[in-house]
């Protein structure tokens, strides 16, 4: 996922990928639940990276 930066003046031109990130995330626990699949379904988030500069 990529963002899209934006000037502090103008924030709604801009794309924040970690609010979609922190989205997906959340929705681990219903993705991999008992009740939609059949065994043991395992999801282990490995590395989630978030630069605190457009420029990083």
Not at 31 to 49: P, R, Y
Request: a neutral charge.
């Amino acid at each position: 996922m990529e963002g899209l930066p934006a000037h502090a003046s103008e924030p709604k031109k801009g794309a924040n990928p970690a609010f979609a990130i922190a989205r997906i995330i959340d929705a681990i626990p219903e993705f991999t639940s008992a009740e939609k699949n059949k065994g043991m379904v395992l999801c282990t988030v490995i590395q989630v990276d978030k630069t605190t500069s457009p420029l990083a």
